[in-house]
């Protein structure tokens, strides 16, 4: 069973690491194609990536730290 549990944390962490990236470079190239729709915006046009990207790492660092307690739980 920790096994399983540990592989499904490893595939969940992966696919929100890629998720940021993907998000992050679709938002950067929205911004290099038309600067002008992140001009009407009162926030600057990188905002939402610096909250995706402080929530990728909280939510990494809680599936680390599941690791972590399955890993020392199971020796």
Same mark, same amino acid.
Not at 1 to 5: E, F, N, V, W
Not at 35 to 40: C, F, G, L, V, Y
């Given at each position: 069973?920790?096994?399983? !549990?540990l592989k499904f944390l490893n595939i969940f962490m992966w696919v929100v690491i890629v998720f940021?990236?993907?998000?992050? !470079?679709?938002?950067i190239w929205e911004h290099v194609k038309m600067?002008?729709?992140?001009?009407?915006q009162s926030a600057?046009?990188?905002t939402d !990536?610096?909250?995706f990207g402080i929530a990728t790492v909280i939510i990494v660092g809680i599936c680390l730290l599941f690791r972590?307690? !399955?890993?020392?739980?199971?020796?």
């Open positions: 069973m920790p096994d399983r !549990i940021f990236v993907g998000d992050t !470079i679709l938002r600067p002008e729709a992140a001009a009407a600057p046009w990188y !990536i610096i909250f972590w307690i !399955i890993k020392k739980r199971d020796k």
